[in-house]
């Protein structure tokens, strides 16, 4: 059973405001993800690590960063929410090496007013 | 550069009928594919995986899906659907770098 979980579900928050959508997993995996997933259902790789003070940027650009202090957490931050942000983000995880099955948090929705 | 392509962006069908659920990527090097489920207000499921071996892999609901090399696809398929799978459906391919999604597609039962 995966455990990988997401915090908040659900956040509305005003323009300008700091923000940090958390994302923790207990199965030992190296490898983390964040994706964020549009309206309409794409699914975009936005930053993704290769474990601990390891972080990259994923395909599409984010003014959101991530940080990766433990190997269990992976937070990703925006230091001034904007209602472009208005998306739902969802965090990943997976271990290293081939073939790798990646377990899901349940996402969270952000809407920036 | 992978890429995945899923051609139909909504699949209607009747309860009972069959389903297929196109894919197709593009990779300079091998890969493993991936079809993931994501119901409503949920993060996503792993449905079923390709990572070598028989080309026909299956799901425990039904569903099963082809890696096809010639013709660079991996399509789903489910003999008989139920209004349980109803769902977002993402084909995903990976070669132990990233892992990148293709558009999804929604598939709609009807009874």
């Known amino acids: 059973e995966a455990d990988i979980y997401q915090t908040p579900r659900y956040l509305v928050i005003g323009t300008g405001k700091k923000i940090t959508l958390e994302c923790s997993q207990t199965?030992?995996?190296?490898?983390m993800y964040w994706y964020q997933q549009d309206p309409g259902m794409e699914l975009h790789l936005i930053h993704y690590?290769?474990?601990?003070?390891?972080?990259e940027k994923g395909d599409l650009s984010s003014e959101s960063t991530v940080s990766r202090i433990r190997t269990e957490h992976f937070p990703l931050t925006l230091e001034s929410a904007r209602p472009s942000h208005t998306s739902q983000y969802l965090c990943?995880?997976?271990?290293?090496?081939?073939?790798?099955?990646?377990?899901f948090g349940q996402g969270t929705r952000l809407t920036v007013v | 550069a992978q890429s995945v392509t899923q051609l139909d962006s909504q699949v209607p069908v009747f309860e009972e009928a069959p389903v297929e659920l196109r894919c197709n990527y593009s990779?300079?090097?091998?890969?493993?594919l991936f079809w993931y489920v994501q119901y409503p207000n949920q993060g996503l499921q792993l449905l079923l995986k390709?990572?070598?071996?028989?080309?026909l892999v299956k799901s425990i609901n039904g569903f099963e899906a082809e890696f096809n090399k010639s013709q660079t696809s991996f399509h789903l398929r489910k003999p008989s659907v139920h209004i349980s799978d109803t769902a977002e459906y993402f084909c995903?391919?990976?070669?132990?770098?990233?892992?990148?999604f293709g558009t999804g597609t929604r598939l709609q039962v009807f009874p």
């Open positions: 390709y990572l070598s071996g028989s080309t």
């Open positions: 990943a995880s997976s271990e290293l090496g081939t073939g790798p099955e990646a377990f």
């Open positions: 990779s300079s090097v091998s890969v493993y």
């Open positions: 995903a391919v990976s070669n132990t770098d990233k892992l990148i």
């Open positions: 690590s290769y474990g601990v003070n390891s972080t």
């Open positions: 199965m030992g995996h190296d490898k």
